[in-house]
């Protein structure tokens, strides 16, 4: 086999890539991006949409600081700006025309380091409100962590405040999940239900935290419906039947070692449960579940290679919008077609997202990225095929100066099919005329997955002259269990054997040069 051959001309040690180890070949280009460009924070991100779509809100960066934005649509005049240093921003939304939510973690250096061992307070993820009315920036549902510096970082409780339900009117409240801390030692969270009115500022608890209770799910009408637990260091889920009005256990079901059963949402129907599972074929598919009688009904989609990994549905019609696997669509509703048809004509050969929209479902924002281009946002109304760009995340960057990504597939040495992902240096289409220096580049994990997308540490190495290969070996993510099982116990075995099978492929395809490869 091809992989014999190259074995003593390559050795495959594992070096690791510092300045100067591979002799890059020529660039395509003189003067590519400055490497600590690849590492500071999007211009543009997180573009939020109002109820109306009378604003929107960003997170940007500009040579004067870090900042959250809202702005006329109409416009793109700017309404008001509040800076937010180097805080961590999880997530944005709106909950009317005057109101937007910011999830924030302030940045832990400005907090004492603590010795090993000591104990002190931090703030943890806050929820705050801005009002584009009097300009206002407050967080009235602030809390303070025990902070240790053994086992649990004070990072360990970064990102824990979620919504649960937003609010149907103007007027009304959200379903808040709000996590509380139940040890001197900060190392147990448990969250406490909130309705809260970001127009009031006050919040009323509805639930309060139990220490086996580690979240909630509701359904489409914000009831709680299920409960994520802990019990003896083992996760547990119980779900709410509305028809016995009982809480049922399924955690043999959700953990157990039977078929996958992983629940993608509920449906308007609240006895339905979308629900991925792969008891009728590898590696599955996105199924309705009736909870009261315990059955699969509807087989809505699946795909040969790929696992259900999202599903989305319109709240203004009630139904299920769209369901993805991996990368590709594989269920689209009629109205959700068309506009899908409309964005590809724009943005051909791209990976394409609604990031958010209107409450009428009429404006969008809509992401757009490639390998070579990170995320731009587009704003644009259904039934027309008209687009206007809000904000790239990175605008320097683009085909013009970033390598070519392309996806293959690869047979390692017992057969197993495994996807990959080349990224070539800019100004190389296809493969180089001769062989050039490579490193292979698997993710971590290895419960994980590399996708066709933009990757800064890829794209710094093809900017500097090297190749890179990125593949899914056996015990990734997203392939389904019988994939993601091929690698229990062969970590540094059969697992490396995919990564060094990748490489030898590399060379007999001409791609990399044998004394200039690495991992």
């Known amino acids: ?61 500009t040579d004067k600081g870090r900042f959250i934005e ?23 939304g709106w909950t009317d025309e005057e109101h937007l939510l910011v999830a924030r973690t ?14 002190g307070k931090i703030e943890g993820p806050s929820l705050y409100v801005l009002d584009i009315t009097d300009r206002s920036f407050s967080a009235p549902l602030k809390r303070k962590y025990p902070a240790y510096s053994g086992d649990y970082g004070a990072g360990y409780f970064r990102n824990q405040t979620r919504v649960l339900k937003w609010p149907n009117s103007t007027s009304g409240s959200l379903l808040l999940q709000l996590f509380e801390s139940r040890s001197r030692m900060g190392a147990i969270l448990s969250p406490s239900i909130y309705a809260f009115s970001p127009r009031t500022g006050k919040a009323k608890i509805l639930e309060k935290a139990k220490a086996s209770i580690k979240g909630h799910g509701v359904d489409r009408d914000g009831r709680l419906r299920i409960r994520y637990g802990e019990k003896d260091d083992n996760p547990t889920i119980n779900i709410y039947d509305v028809v016995s009005e009982k809480w049922l256990d399924y955690t ?50 699946n795909h040969p290679v790929y696992e259900i990994n999202d ?38 050969a791209s990976v394409s997202s609604i990031s958010d929209l209107s409450y009428d479902e009429s404006t969008l924002i809509v992401s757009i990225e ?21 904000g790239a995340q990175y605008p320097d960057f683009g085909p013009q100066n970033l390598g070519q990504m392309k996806r293959d597939v690869y047979e390692a040495r017992d057969g197993l099919q495994i996807e990959a992902f080349i990224t070539l240096p800019p100004g ?54 019988q994939f ?17 099978d990748g490489a030898f492929w590399m060379i007999e395809n001409g791609y990399a040069a044998p004394d200039k490869i690495c991992i």
């Open 252 to 301: 043999n079901r959700v953990y157990g070692a039977g078929s996958e059963f992983s629940i993608k949402g509920f449906s308007f129907d609240p006895d339905i449960l979308y629900v991925a599972s792969d008891h009728e074929m590898s590696p599955g598919g996105l199924y309705e579940y009736r909870i009261s009688t315990n059955t699969f009904e509807t087989l809505i989609a």
């Open 370 to 390: 490639r390998p070579n281009d990170p995320i731009r946002y587009y704003v644009t109304q259904v039934g027309t095929d008209e687009y206007r760009e809000l």
């Open 311 to 348: 599903v989305s549905v319109s709240r203004l019609r009630k139904t299920l919008s769209k369901v993805t696997a991996g990368q590709t669509l594989v269920y689209m509703s009629p109205e959700f077609e068309a506009i899908w048809d409309s964005i590809q004509a724009a943005f051909p």
């Open 106 to 119: 302030p940045f832990l250096d400005k907090y004492a380091v603590l010795g090993d061992g000591e104990l």
């Open 70 to 92: 809202a702005r006329h649509l109409a416009d793109d005049k700017a309404v008001v700006r509040v800076s937010v240093g180097i805080d961590e921003i999880h997530w944005m």
């Open 1 to 61: 086999m091809a992989w014999m051959r190259w074995t003593r001309a390559i050795g495959f040690a594992l070096i690791l890539v510092l300045g100067g180890v591979l002799q890059s070949p020529a660039r395509a280009q003189a003067e590519p991006i400055e490497p600590q460009k690849f590492g500071t924070y999007p211009a543009f991100s997180m573009p939020a949409l109002s109820p109306n779509a009378d604003y929107y809100a960003a997170l940007v960066v």
């Open 484 to 500: 993601e099982q091929a690698g229990e116990g062969e970590w540094g075995r059969a697992m490396q054997d995919d990564i060094a």
């Open 428 to 481: 190389i289409e296809d493969r180089p005329e001769a062989p050039i220096p490579f490193l292979m580049m698997p993710h971590g994990g290895p419960a994980a997955r590399d996708y066709a997308e933009y990757d800064s540490l890829t794209q710094v190495l093809a900017t500097r002259g090297y190749g890179v290969l990125q593949m899914n070996f056996r015990g990734s993510d997203g392939y389904g269990r």
